[in-house]
């Protein structure tokens, strides 16, 4: 079956601008989270979603960012006024159980 | 903040040889992982070791954990070139948090 997808692939933007990066989880995956890895680092845990709410939020770095699952299956995470900190790769993946499947994640560069 | 550290941060070794990458963690755990990263993009599940488990196997990969030392090791056997990736440890922890390690960078000369 399809694996977590995430788009865009790539997303260059200028600082101060507002992304949306969309994360589509396995079907029937009732736990979703989102990570940002920096170059040469692990993942770091942002938020956990089961079902539509926030289970945890506490990786969020700032008000800057927020995420949402209105139903309960695809995710946006959404970065207003970028900063050229925020350059990372972003990590979906979501679960049934306590193994985490991955998607290919979205490169974030802030020019 | 990141609670597991892998080490070495880098490995290189010939193939056939055994490669051999320890996490070391901070908290209580339910349960580790070790996942591989190839070019810094999805990561891809390897193992899962529960907290009252030991040692436990997958084809060329055994896993060890020793929770009197908040640590894990995981070895792969008999090692090949499509080996080379990033290896991470993660372990959960209360309200379904991943914690990642650093990572181990290995790389198999063929």
């Known amino acids: 079956g399809a694996g977590v997808s995430q788009t865009p692939s790539n997303k260059v933007t200028e600082k101060g601008k507002y992304v949306e990066l969309r994360c589509d989880p396995i079907?029937?995956?009732?736990?979703l989270y989102w990570y940002r890895q920096s170059l040469g680092q692990g993942p770091e845990f942002l938020i956990y979603f089961q079902g539509t709410g926030a289970a945890d939020d506490s990786g969020l770095p700032n008000d800057r960012f927020f995420a949402v699952r209105p139903e309960g299956s695809v995710s946006t995470l959404k970065i207003q006024r970028t900063e050229r900190g925020d350059s990372a790769v972003y990590l979906c993946a979501s679960s049934l159980g306590t193994t985490q499947y991955f998607g290919p994640g979205t490169r974030l560069t802030v020019l | 903040s990141q609670q597991g550290e892998e080490d070495p941060q880098a490995l290189s070794i010939q193939e056939g040889e055994n490669a051999t990458m320890n996490c070391s963690y901070k908290t209580s755990i339910n349960n580790l992982q070790w996942y591989r990263q190839n070019s810094g993009r999805g990561l891809v599940h390897l193992i899962l070791?529960?907290?009252?488990?030991r040692e436990k196997h997958s084809g060329r990969l055994r896993v060890t954990l020793d929770t009197s030392k908040k640590s894990s090791s995981l070895l792969i056997t008999a090692s090949r070139a499509a080996d080379t990736a990033s290896y991470f440890c993660a372990t959960d922890a209360p309200g379904n948090q991943f914690y990642f390690g650093t990572g181990t960078s290995l790389t198999v000369i063929p």
């Open positions: 079907s029937g995956h009732t736990a």
């Open positions: 070791i529960r907290s009252n488990e």
